[in-house]
Structures are given as C-alpha cells and as structure tokens.
C-alpha cells in the first residue's frame, strides 16, 4: 500500500537506496547500457571523469522505484530529470547510495505532480526532477 | 570532432520490433532491487531499453565513441502504460545540437510506438559527445 495520502504540500519518506558496483554491472546488462564509463576506472578517468559513475538512467530507475512506492505503482505520465552531477562508485562492498525525497507539488485534473530532490552523500545528483502519477 | 550540423531534424530508421515480456520487466526492475510480479506496472523508466537500442544505431552512425557520451537529460512523456505482450519500436530523431566549450549537446527524441503504430511514450535524451582532453 501507498505509505502517504497525495495530498499539496505531503511531504513523502525519504528512500535510500544503495549502489554498488555490482548495481552498474546489472543496470548494465538490463538495459542494454555497456558505456565503459560504468564499469572501468581506465577509461572513466580517461575520458576525464573522477572514475566510475552509474548510469543517470540507473538513478533515475531508483526515482521511479521510489516514486512506485510511495504511490503503491501509480501510473507515471511525465518523468523528467537532468544529470547534474555524477554519481561515483567506488569499488569496495559499499559503494555509494541515492536518496530520493518527495513532495506533493500539485493534484489537479487527476494528476499529482512530486518533485524530487535526489542526493547522494551531501550533493545532488539530478536537476529539477519531477514527476507526474494518475491518481 | 565535433558532430555534424546537418544531423538536427534527421530520422533514423525504427529498431526491430520489441515484445516485452515478464522476464525482462522482472530483470530491469531487478537491477533496481525491486521484485516485480505479473501484474504489477511496468516501471516508468522501462522504454529506456528501447531508447538505448535506437541511441546506439544513431551513434554508430554518426562515428560517435560510446565513452565519450555521458547521458546530460532524460525526460518520459506517457500516452499510456507499458505492459508484458506489448510490441514496441523506437524511431529517433535529432532534435538540436550545439557545441559548448568543444562539447557537442545532442538533442535526441525518441517516438515509442505499438504494433499498430500508435505512439505509447515519447522520450527524449540530451546527450553530450564530451572534446577529447587537449594535450
């Protein structure tokens, strides 16, 4: 069940999800990303990144996983995000995790409109994410 | 190298034909730690798979290194839900392109239709082709 009426103003629990270098490997082979940047420090920091990042789309599934719990899998219409800021994953058991806080900006003609703020240790990590749900 | 002008309002031709099934949705929301039964809504992030196929022929073609791309945008517009049975096609276009600072900022639209060739989800990508570092 929905852990929160979509209500303006409802602010939804935080989720933290974590990522971990096998989560690339995964992502990777699910959808069809092999960019190198997602799975060799050689050639992430070749290209000039700080080394091996997750897909911005595997952060933005962790949103919609987020979002598909706090609204028991209600049917996304609008999904947006820009990729502001990598997410690195170091390669130990740890790795690194997204958190994805929620708040109900508006409910109007059967749409509830969330928008997100995603962050991962202390920076955030999408732009001006947003999402639209059938309610 | 910058990416040719003459690209923005090119078509490239549709990607094979993609039934989705409950195994790959069950996979894809796998990798995100979900577990996902028959039934349940496919996640909204799921035509990425498709996306990524069309991405991929269009980057072939235009000579583009695959590690120099990192994913800038990604925004999901839905005519209705994805489910298991449906056979999907993605069509690309180039939207926009533009050079800052030696990097190309390719603008991407992706049409995802069904058999019948109604459009289910149009999704879009910005994507920048990074300069190589000057030596």
């Given at each position: 069940m929905s852990d929160i009426v979509l209500e303006v103003g409802a602010e939804l629990t935080p989720k933290t999800y974590p990522v971990t270098r096998a989560s690339l490997v995964r992502y990777a082979g699910a959808s069809?990303?092999?960019?190198?940047?997602?799975?060799?420090d050689r050639i992430a920091t070749a290209v000039g990144l700080p080394g091996v990042i997750a897909h911005g789309m595997f952060t933005m599934a962790l949103v919609a996983r987020a979002v598909s719990e706090w609204t028991d899998g209600a049917e996304v219409v609008d999904f947006g995000a820009k990729f502001t800021n990598p997410v690195v994953v170091p390669d130990d058991d740890e790795g690194t995790s997204v958190t994805v806080n929620g708040t109900v900006k508006s409910v109007e003609d059967g749409l509830a409109t969330i928008a997100l703020t995603v962050v991962s240790g202390d920076q955030k990590?999408?732009?001006m994410p947003k999402v639209s749900v059938r309610v | 190298m910058a990416v040719d002008g003459?690209?923005?309002g090119r078509a490239f031709p549709p990607t094979k034909p993609y039934r989705v099934t409950d195994e790959k949705v069950r996979e894809l929301a796998a990798a995100t730690g979900m577990s996902w039964e028959s039934?349940?809504?496919?996640?909204?992030?799921?035509?990425i798979v498709l996306a990524f196929d069309a991405m991929n022929a269009f980057l072939d073609d235009v000579e583009v290194?695959?590690?120099r791309i990192v994913h800038g945008e990604q925004k999901f517009s839905y005519v209705r839900p994805i489910a298991p049975g449906d056979v999907l096609t993605a069509t690309l276009s180039v939207a926009s392109l533009r050079q800052i600072g030696g990097n190309d900022i390719i603008g991407t639209i992706s049409e995802i239709t069904d058999e019948s060739g109604a459009l289910v989800c149009t999704t879009s990508a910005t994507l920048v082709h990074r300069a190589a570092e000057v030596a």
């Open positions: 069809g990303d092999f960019n190198p940047i997602h799975w060799s990590v999408l732009g | 003459s690209l923005v039934g349940d809504r496919v996640p909204a992030t799921f035509p290194e695959l590690s």
